[in-house]
Antibody
Framework: EVQLVESGGGLVQPGGSLRLSCAAS????????MSWVRQAPGKGPEWVAN????????FYVDSVKGRFTISRDNAKNSLYLQMNSLRAEDTSVYYC??????????????WGQGTLVSVSS | DIVMTQSPDSLAVSLGERATINCKSS????????????LAWYQQKPGQPPNLLFY???TRESGVPDRFSASGSGTDFTLTISSLQAEDVAVYYC?????????FGQGTKVEIK
């Protein structure tokens, strides 16, 4: 059974940092693109970043470029999102998601339950 | 960025009746080299993450009931629930994966009339 379990969310002040983690199991982690998708309260999902199977390519939405870094450790079946210079508008539930296709990014067939990041003073 | 616009924002349908959701992209998501539309549909129930229903505009994900169908090409797409069931109450999102960033529509809330 595919499982994605996020951790690391919490309350942080504007300008602060958080590191999210996603523990994957039940599939060959190193065979899939992996993504972070966030959803602000009452809003639709917003794709944040994704990373190639071997970590060699990374893509970001413009609003987080230079502040967030996606990474992965295939030996540990884990995905990460380092978030720096956090802003109030980054407040969201952050989901770890598996990309369904090995060669095409952006279709998410498994999602974690999410971790809430709240940015407030 | 490709903007995805759904209509209507909300929809109330009687049990057993048809529900139709439209999605329009600001530019074509049809990739000419493989003739595939880079368009997916998701269902999200309260307190849950989104659940993939369709990709390539009309390919049903495993386990999705066949009362759900999807169609369209280029810039105009449709998700249809042929006979609404109580468990279909949810918010539905279209999403394009033709360009980066991958973008979602604003969602359509489906309720029981």
């Amino acid at each position: 059974e595919v499982q994605l379990v996020e951790s690391g969310g919490g309350l942080v002040q504007p300008g602060g940092s958080l590191r999210l983690s996603c523990a994957a199991s039940g599939f060959t982690f190193s065979s899939h693109w992996m993504s972070w998708v966030r959803q602000a309260p009452g809003k639709g999902p917003e794709w944040v970043a994704n990373v190639r199977q071997d970590g060699s390519e990374k893509f970001y939405v413009d609003s987080v470029k230079g502040r967030f870094t996606i990474s992965r450790d295939n030996a540990k079946n884990s995905l990460y999102l380092q978030m720096n210079s956090l802003r109030a508008e980054d407040t969201s539930v952050y989901y770890c998601a598996r990309d369904i296709f090995p060669m095409v990014r952006g279709v998410f067939d498994y999602w974690g339950q999410g971790t809430l990041v709240s940015v407030s003073s | 960025d490709i903007v995805m616009t759904q209509s209507p924002d909300s929809l109330a349908v009687s049990l057993g009746e048809r529900a139709t959701i439209n999605c329009k992209s600001s530019q074509s998501v049809l990739y000419s080299s493989n003739n595939k539309n880079y368009l997916a549909w998701y269902q999200q129930k309260p307190g849950q993450p989104p659940n993939l229903l369709f990709y390539w505009a009309s390919t049903r994900e495993s386990g999705v009931p066949d009362r759900f169908s999807a169609s369209g090409s280029g810039t105009d797409f449709t998700l249809t629930i042929s006979s609404l069931q109580a468990e279909d109450v949810a918010v539905y999102y279209c999403q394009q994966y033709y360009g980066t960033p991958q973008t979602f529509g604003q969602g359509t809330k489906v309720e029981i009339k």
